[in-house]
Structure formats: structure tokens, C-alpha cells
């Protein structure tokens, strides 16, 4: 044999395919970093232990609370992501030669996986069950299409007229104007309107939360409710009020302002098709406080002085049905919450001018307990309006240890009122108006409101 020969046979190697087709051998390709194997399991993780976060505080996860409002959405999604990875994890198992089982490399990485997001589901399945198991003991028939979201975000007002150009904060206070729907979803005119409610329809007047800083009518929350009202056959208004900042506390001014805004509406009604002797307040977080002291100071007569531009008198409220309201604006400043404490803190001294330890008198003037009290205390209490009050349970952003001293005291002083704390349920369950507590909500302010002679 030549050296060329030698050499060349030293040189040359088998193809692939001629190491395919000796037996035993097997082509050995690059080794495939499992990039994608470990970051699904790094976000099933994180995901499940959000979701664990619903059951168990864990400061910086426990608020996706907030998001079950869209619950069923994301447990359809969980759904559909878990068969998924029990499919990919399923599909990475299979047989030797001998028919024994094999698994291919990744396995456990897509086991893994796929077990966290069965994790996840059965979690959040059981928190929506949860709470529909709540919502439906108070009666409520839950509609199952409006849990998603789809056509609950509500639309614009039909007018937002001017109420106030206030000088004093240099805000430009609108209201928003939704007009009554007919049984089809078609707006109405005030002339309709007229020709079929000759005294008008009861006026629903919202007030938006945003803890006394930002927000204003044209809030989710609040667009929503109003737009649902509407569609019940009422009026719905909107109001805007002066929003605090860090050089002008506004604890007076709002409640003066939304106290001009309720006088507004007493005024222009009745050119709207709406009948302000028959009239509800509606407020959520801060609007909710707002709703409940303006009742109470009603009651007591002191009534905050407002602009002779707004209108005339601020009509009887008839009604006050709240979501998760501030009832106890120190313990709102006090939150322990390792995260929301600190920034609903620095709402509560901006609104008031300082914390409770500063200005005290402050903190208690715009108590609603400590009003209610003084409403007892004159006599009045049996004569407030009925009242409702949503909260939940897990809320980061408003402890609900204030509703539950609102509610004991409307117990002992004998106001009537209703009061429900819902179980896995935090702050803005109304973020989706069809949630399941929220279509708990409109089920229950409905009824009051036929209850109270104030129904369509």
C-alpha cells in the first residue's frame, strides 16, 4: 500500500448516513441548551406563585387580586396553557427498542412545568369559585359572558358640561351626562325620555375614586357603572371634583365641590329628563367617602358652602351605595401594606395637609364614622338613607377594617343598610364592571333602589 494511500484512507471518515446504517452507532449532533424549556418553567414558577399569592400574603405578588376581576379570562388562558404543557410533556415520553419507557432529553423541565400550571389553575379556579359561591348565596344570577369583559367597559358620556370654572383651584370642573337607553341600547332623548316619564327618570350621581389626587368622571370604574345605570332606564351624572396636589390640600375644597356639583344637578335635571327629587349617590374608594359624608352632613345640616354659580339647593339623597369607600381616612393613611402603604399614605397627606399625627382635627372631620355618630347623636340616624357597601376582604389599597367599623356602627344605630365583605376579592373589583362582584353590586343597588321608591 503507498503513503498516498495510507494517508488518504487516515483522512477520510463515514458520512452520516454510512453511520446511520451500521448497527449500534448513532449520530451525535450539537448539544441544544434547553433555553426555552427552562424559561417556560421560570414563568410557569412565577406565575404559580402569584397565584399562590391569592391564597397567602407575599408582599409584591398578592395584588394580581386585583386582576381576577378578569378572572374568567385568565383562567380560560390557564386552561389552554396547561393542556398545552401536559401535551409537551406527554408527547416527550416514549419507548426503546425493548419497549421500555424513555424519556427525551427535557423531560423533567416540561413535567415540571406543566405541573406548576395545574397549580395555577386549580388555584385560581378555586378563588373564582369562591367567589361566586359568595355572589350567588346574596341571589344574584351571574351572566357568564359579561365575567369576560367584552361590552362592559361602557361608553362615553353623551354631554360633559361645564359645572364649575373653579377659581379658587383652578380646575375645570365637567360633569359627564349619560342619557336613559331604551330596551335595545339606543340613547334616548330628554324629549323621549319626557314623553315616557312625564316627571322624569331617578338621577344616579356618580363620584370617582383615586384616592381625593388623580381620576375624574371619565374613570373605567366609574364610565361603566354609569353606562350600566343608564341602560337600567336612569340618569346618569358624573362629577368631576378638585383633585388634592402637594402645594393644595383639598380636604374642604372636594367636598364643597361635589356638594356644587349635587346642587348642579338639582338645577339642570329636569332639561335632561331627569327627576332630581329622586336621586342616589354612587362613589367608589375616595368617591365612595365623598358620597357617605355628604349624606351625613345632609343630615346634620352642614352642608359645605359652595360657589352661587353652581345652582341652587343640593337636592335630598335618596340613597348611597358604595365600593370599597374610605370609611377610616387614618387607618387608609395607615395601611400597613409593605408596597401600597407608602404610596396611599402619600395620598392621605396630600388630601389632608399631613399625616394623622400633624393635623388630627383634620383626619377627624372628615371621618364617616365619627359623622355617622354625631348624626346618631342628633336623633337623625333612623332617617339617613339606605346604605350599601361592597368591599373586599384582601384590599391592599383601602384596609377594610374601616367598612367594618361603618357597618357595625349603621347596626348599633339602626340605619338601614347592607354590607358585604367578599371573600378573595382586593381593591377595583368593578376594574371589569361585569365582574362577579360587581354584577353582585348592580344586583344589590338595584334592589334597593326599587326598595327606596327610587327604580325606574
Keep these: 500500500m503507498s503513503k498516498t494511500t495510507g494517508l488518504q484512507q487516515l483522512t477520510e471518515r463515514p458520512d452520516a448516513r454510512q453511520l446511520s446504517e451500521q448497527p449500534g452507532l448513532r449520530q451525535r449532533g450539537p448539544r441544544r441548551r434547553p433555553l426555552l424549556g427552562r424559561s417556560a418553567l421560570a414563568l410557569s414558577a412565577f406565575i404559580a406563585l402569584t397565584t399562590l ?14 386582576l381576577g376581576t378578569w378572572g374568567l379570562g385568565i383562567l380560560v388562558g390557564l386552561c389552554l396553557l396547561t393542556l398545552l404543557s401536559l401535551a409537551v410533556a406527554l408527547h416527550s415520553y416514549g419507548a426503546d427498542q425493548a419497549g421500555r419507557a ?35 348565596a346574596q341571589g344574584t344570577d351571574v351572566d357568564i359572558l359579561a365575567l369576560t369583559g367584552i361590552g362592559q367597559a361602557g361608553s362615553a358620556p353623551d354631554l360633559e358640561p361645564v359645572v364649575l370654572n373653579d377659581t379658587e383651584t383652578g380646575q375645570l370642573l365637567r360633569a359627564g351626562i349619560w342619557y336613559p337607553r331604551d330596551v335595545d341600547g339606543h340613547r334616548l332623548t330628554a324629549q323621549e325620555v319626557r314623553a315616557a316619564h ?14 381625593w389626587s388623580n381620576g375624574n368622571r371619565l374613570n373605567p370604574m366609574t364610565r361603566g357603572q354609569a353606562d ?3 341602560r337600567q332606564g336612569y340618569l346618569a351624572v358624573a362629577l368631576d371634583y378638585p383633585l388634592s396636589t402637594t402645594d393644595q390640600p383639598t380636604w374642604q375644597l372636594a367636598e364643597s365641590r361635589t356638594a356644587c ?9 329636569t332639561e335632561h329628563g331627569g327627576d332630581a327629587r329622586r336621586l342616589a349617590l354612587v362613589g367608589d374608594s375616595a368617591g365612595g367617602h365623598l358620597a357617605l359624608n355628604l349624606t351625613y ?30 370609611a377610616g381616612p387614618a387607618g387608609f393613611h395607615d395601611n400597613p401594606d409593605l408596597v401600597m402603604g407608602p404610596f396611599v399614605s402619600e395620598r392621605a397627606e396630600r388630601y389632608t395637609g399631613g399625616a394623622p399625627a400633624e393635623v388630627p382635627e383634620r383626619y377627624e372631620a372628615i371621618d364617616p364614622v365619627r359623622l355617622l355618630r354625631q348624626v346618631a347623636d342628633a336623633g337623625q340616624a333612623a332617617g339617613l338613607p339606605p346604605t350599601l ?21 349603621l347596626s348599633e ?17 368593578d376594574l371589569n364592571p361585569g365582574s362577579a362582584v360587581s354584577q353582585m353590586w348592580r344586583d344589590r343597588a338595584l334592589a334597593i333602589l326599587k326598595e327606596t321608591g327610587l327604580g325606574v
Excluded: K, N
Aim: net charge negative; glycine share 14%; hydrophobic share 45%.
Design 53 to 66: 399569592a391569592e391564597l397567602i400574603e407575599i408582599p409584591g405578588l398578592s395584588y394580581s387580586l386585583m
Design 102 to 136: 424513555r424519556m427525551t432529553p427535557g423531560t423533567r423541565l416540561r413535567v415540571a412545568t406543566a405541573a406548576l400550571l395545574v397549580l395555577a389553575t386549580a388555584i385560581t379556579g378555586g378563588i373564582g369559585t369562591a367567589q361566586l359561591s359568595y355572589v350567588t
Design 198 to 211: 312625564p316627571d322624569g327618570v331617578p338621577v344616579i350621581v356618580l363620584i370617582h375614586g383615586g384616592g
Design 228 to 230: 350600566w345605570f343608564a
Design 261 to 269: 356639583g349635587l346642587a348642579w344637578v338639582g338645577a339642570h335635571a
Design 297 to 326: 352632613r345632609q343630615a346634620l345640616g352642614t352642608l359645605p358652602t359652595y360657589p352661587t354659580d353652581c345652582g341652587g339647593q343640593v337636592p335630598d339623597i335618596g340613597a348611597v351605595l358604595t365600593e370599597y369607600p374610605i
Design 389 to 409: 357597601i361592597v368591599a373586599g376582604e384582601r384590599d391592599h389599597v383601602v384596609p377594610v377594617g374601616g367598612a367594618r367599623a361603618l357597618d357595625a356602627l
Design 413 to 429: 344605630v339602626g340605619t338601614e343598610h347592607e354590607t358585604h365583605i367578599v371573600p378573595f376579592t382586593d381593591h377595583v373589583f
